[in-house]
């Protein structure tokens, strides 16, 4: 099997439908063609702005108007950034992955003090992702003049299901995004989420929208919702572990090549759950005890699991004790304001009830 292999939704399908323990088998071979089995690279998840999005994502807890128990958070300055980064090096992460609750990247000071960031992390040997919303062209190439590496902007679900998840943004945007990242140097990080209430047409409709990008992801996180409270879809059951292993042995199978993401949802998966996830085919984790606002297995936790299942963490891409150099200023690019980020505003009513709801609560606070 090959990147170059053209896909239809039936043969994926197919795929997905499997015996478990026959898809189990096929990922597990696909994924030793292209990475070490027993390697795992763990990322660490830094949210440099919590809260306070303006989007209406149904499973995020950082949406504004939703009522949650998050604790919201001005942007980061860049110092405490790198002494996480610096912190999580010392535990084993080689890949820092930081996260701003933005509907879309502006130009300015806070899009500036990322910039800085992102020197000073590349001066770290580690490998470097943000996700900081939607971004223009020259945006990305910012950020990769910088120093980042990825550039993540998950896409979600299929692009039907979408609309029942969203209504501030169309997923034309997403791919849009991802096109500028590509056109930077920067690669592409893009998965999405199940347990959202999608069918398994959803579920593969997510995959074909991956594949409809001009070259397929490098990174795919594959996300298990967290049902938060205060959410629109607070009320969702937890995904059966069956489904994420399928989720992801599927992903591998189809996109041999890339870094498929054991992402979110790691708190209700048992440690057999997540040992086939990564026999499966997943080469990689979020560590830590929180990504972005939900819980997540510690890094002891992660270390205990990794050495009874023989798993190594992937090393950092070099060996360096010194101290962080911020890298120096390089010429900033004109940038484009122009870009037409979509507004659909069509009725998503858990969504609208989730709003009335935060609006309720918060009233009832103030008083
Ligand atoms: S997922 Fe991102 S864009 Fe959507 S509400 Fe949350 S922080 Fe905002």
Not at 137 to 147: D, H, P, S, V, Y
Not at 260 to 280: D, I, T, Y
């Amino acid at each position: 099997m090959t990147d170059n292999k053209t896909w239809t939704r039936e043969e994926i399908l197919t795929i997905y439908n499997k015996p478990l323990m026959e898809l189990i088998y096929d990922a597990a071979q696909v994924h030793r063609l292209h990475h070490d089995p027993l390697k795992i690279q763990v990322s660490k998840l830094i949210s440099i702005k919590t809260g306070g999005c303006p989007e209406d994502c149904g499973y995020c807890p950082q949406a504004a108007r939703y009522h949650t128990n998050i604790e919201k958070n001005n942007l980061m300055p860049v110092d405490e950034v790198l002494a996480k980064a610096e912190a999580a090096k010392a535990t084993g992460s080689s890949r820092v992955c930081m996260g701003a609750a933005w509907r879309n990247v502006q130009d300015g000071e806070d899009f500036d003090q990322v910039i800085e960031m992102v020197k000073g992390l590349s001066a770290m040997n580690m490998e470097i992702c943000c996700t900081l919303g939607m971004v223009t062209e020259n945006q990305a190439t910012r950020l990769a003049e910088a120093g980042l590496h990825y550039y993540n902007h998950n896409i979600d679900t299929s692009e039907e299901y979408y609309k029942e998840v969203i209504s501030t943004r169309g997923f034309n945007d997403r791919i849009k995004t991802l096109e500028n990242v590509r056109k930077s140097s920067l690669k592409v990080c893009s998965g999405g989420i199940i347990g959202m209430g999608e069918t398994v047409n959803d579920r593969i409709g997510m995959l074909m929208g991956l594949l409809k990008l001009s070259s397929a992801p490098e990174s795919i996180p594959i996300n298990a919702l967290v049902p938060v409270e205060g959410t629109p879809l607070e009320e969702q059951e937890i995904v059966p572990i069956w489904d994420v292993i399928r989720m992801i042995a599927t992903t591998r199978i189809v996109f041999p090549k890339s870094t498929v993401r054991l992402s979110a949802g790691r708190m209700q998966m048992s440690k057999e759950g997540q040992a086939l996830c990564f026999m499966a085919g997943a080469s990689s984790i979020f560590a830590g005890d929180k990504l972005l606002t939900t819980p997540n297995p510690g890094d002891n936790e992660d270390m205990q699991l990794f050495n009874l299942l023989g798993l190594t963490p992937t090393e950092k891409i070099k060996d360096n004790t010194g101290k962080v150099k911020i890298r120096k200023d390089q010429p900033i690019l004109e940038t484009v304001t122009d870009e037409k980020w979509s507004r659909p505003s069509h009725i998503i009513e858990r969504n609208i009830k989730a709003t009335e709801k935060g609006k309720e609560l918060r009233k009832k606070l103030k008083q």
